[in-house]
C-alpha cells in the first residue's frame, strides 16, 4: 500500500514569506506527527495530531509555525514570515497504534531553504 | 525525564566489518525501545524494537538488546555491507505520552 507521502519535496522560499507543507499519512493512521530535522541534528518535535482530539502543538518553536488536519487525514503545515533558521528538513509521520508500542512511519520530507 | 543518548558519527567502515552503535537512555519505567534508520533521500524507517528489558530486537542482520543494567540499547551487525550506509537514530517514547525522543543520529559509511 501506499506510505505516508509529503510535498513539495523540496522548497526554497525568500525570507519574509510564507510557506505550505503538506503530508498524506496512510490511510487508517489515526496518528500524525510533524518533526523538523536539522543538519546535523536529531528530529525536533514540532507538533502530534490524534484522532478528533485537540492537538498538541507544545513543540512548535514560535508562532509563527502552525498545522492543521482536516477530516483527520491530511496536514499542513505552515510557517509565516519565514527566517533562515527555518531552513530543515520537514518529516511527517503517521502511526496506526498510540502510545509507546506504535511504529511511526514516516514520510520522505521536505527540504525546505530559506534564501 | 526520560532522554537518549547517541555515538556522534560519522562511522567508516570497511565491507565485512563488525558495527556497533552505542546509544544509551534514562527512563521512567521500561519503554519500549527502537532503532530507525534513514537512508539517502528517505524518510525514517524502522529497523527493530524491544519492547521490554532483555528483549533483542533484529532485523536485516542488525540486532541490539534492551540491556536495563546498562540503560543500553547498542546497534549491532556482525558484517556491513556497502548498502547499509545510511543514519541511524535511537528512539524512545516519553513516559506516559505518545511523544517520541530521538537521538542526534550516527552516520554510517560503508566503503567497497
Known amino acids: 500500500g501506499a506510505g505516508v507521502s509529503q510535498s513539495p519535496s523540496n522548497k526554497v522560499t525568500e525570507k519574509g514569506k510564507d510557506v505550505e507543507l503538506r503530508c498524506d499519512p496512510i490511510s487508517g493512521h489515526t496518528a500524525l506527527y510533524w518533526y523538523r530535522q536539522s543538519l546535523g541534528q536529531g528530529l525536533e518535535f514540532l507538533i502530534y495530531?490524534?484522532?478528533?482530539?485537540?492537538?498538541?502543538k507544545s513543540g512548535l518553536p514560535s508562532d509563527r509555525f502552525s498545522a492543521e488536519r482536516t477530516g483527520g487525514s491530511v496536514s499542513t503545515l505552515t510557517i509565516q514570515r519565514t527566517q533562515q533558521e527555518d531552513s530543515a528538513v520537514y518529516l511527517c509521520a503517521s502511526s496506526y497504534k498510540q502510545g509507546s508500542s506504535g511504529e511511526q512511519y514516516f514520510g520522505p520530507g521536505t527540504r525546505l531553504t530559506v534564501t | 525525564g526520560n532522554s537518549v543518548t547517541q555515538m556522534e558519527g560519522p562511522v567508516t567502515l570497511s565491507e565485512e566489518a563488525f558495527l556497533t552503535i552505542n546509544c544509551t537512555y534514562t527512563a521512567t519505567g521500561y519503554p519500549s525501545l527502537f532503532w530507525y534508520v534513514q537512508y539517502p533521500g528517505e524518510g525514517l524507517q524502522l529497523l527493530l524494537k524491544a519492547t521490554k528489558a532483555d528483549d533483542k530486537g533484529s532485523n536485516k542482520g542488525f540486532e541490539a538488546t534492551y540491556r536495563k543494567e546498562t540503560t543500553s540499547f547498542h546497534l549491532e551487525k556482525g558484517s556491513v555491507q556497502v548498502s547499509d550506509s545510511a543514519v541511524y537514530f535511537c528512539?524512545?517514547?516519553?513516559?506516559?505520552?505518545?511523544?517520541?525522543?530521538f537521538g542526534t543520529g550516527t552516520r554510517l559509511k560503508v566503503l567497497a
Open positions: 528512539a524512545l517514547p516519553l513516559s506516559g505520552t505518545y511523544k517520541y525522543i
Open positions: 495530531f490524534q484522532g478528533n482530539s485537540a492537538p498538541d
